[in-house]
């Protein structure tokens, strides 16, 4: 199994302003991806993070307000942009290798935006 | 379009068995898993069905049906520490993506 280390684990952050959350696993991943969860509520899916190239983005969600790197098999960031108190919310790092079908969780980074 | 619901709460006492139903229209499938999460915590892996059938382990079990597009996570001698969110998620072919389901809190009363 893959242990995921992913920071902050919470921050309170002011309207406006931006928050880069960091991913890093313990080895290398084929697939990186990026949920947020809302209070009380189920996992979506924000984007898939892929190596040297530029996210792919589920409706909804884009890249001006949740830029997102992977510039190697084992790490990622997800930044989210110009915070607003909707973005208050759980984020979560997850990943998983082709012919493997586990997917494993980082620990979450809970943002609040006051 | 991608629709997968769940109920979204459950009671049950120490020690019975409850089930926990899921329902799901995707566009592609390439498997069904169910995943537990403690409030405050992140999800983790507990069962995982490609094939129509039941998949056993310990006190957990989990079940699919393809055609009728459907699955349920069993569980037996519940314990408290059961008490959790239950998510099941469906995997897609091709883009590797999990879509997960609206969650189960799942409540274990003495």
């Known amino acids: 199994s893959a242990v995921i280390s992913q920071k902050p684990s919470r921050d309170i952050c002011q309207r406006g302003t931006s928050l880069t959350i960091q991913c890093q696993v313990d080895?290398?991943?084929?697939?990186m991806f990026w949920y947020r969860q809302q209070p009380g509520q189920s996992l979506t899916l924000i984007a898939t993070?892929?190596?040297?190239?530029?996210?792919?983005?589920e409706s909804g969600f884009v890249i001006d307000k949740f830029p997102i790197s992977r510039p190697n098999l084992t790490f990622s960031t997800l930044t989210v942009s110009n915070l607003s108190p909707e973005d208050s919310s759980i984020y979560l790092c997850?990943?998983?290798?082709?012919?493997?079908?586990?997917?494993?969780f980082g620990s979450g980074t809970q943002l609040s935006v006051l | 379009g991608q629709n997968i619901d769940q109920p979204t709460e459950m009671t049950a006492t120490e020690g019975a068995i409850v089930q926990i139903n899921c329902t799901y229209q995707t566009s592609g499938f390439n498997g069904l898993f169910w995943y537990q999460q403690h409030a405050g915590e992140a999800p983790t892996f507990l069962s995982y069905n490609v094939l129509d059938g039941l998949e056993e382990k310990g006190r957990f079990s989990s079940f699919l049906s393809r055609s009728k597009g459907y699955s349920y996570l069993l569980l037996k001698e519940l314990q408290m520490k059961d008490s959790a969110s239950y998510l099941c998620a469906v995997k897609s072919p091709g883009t590797y993506k999990y879509i997960f389901g609206t969650g189960t809190r799942l409540k274990v009363l003495a």
């Open positions: 993070a892929n190596q040297g190239s530029e996210a792919t983005y």
């Open positions: 997850s990943v998983s290798n082709r012919g493997n079908e586990k997917l494993f």
């Open positions: 080895s290398q991943v084929t697939m």
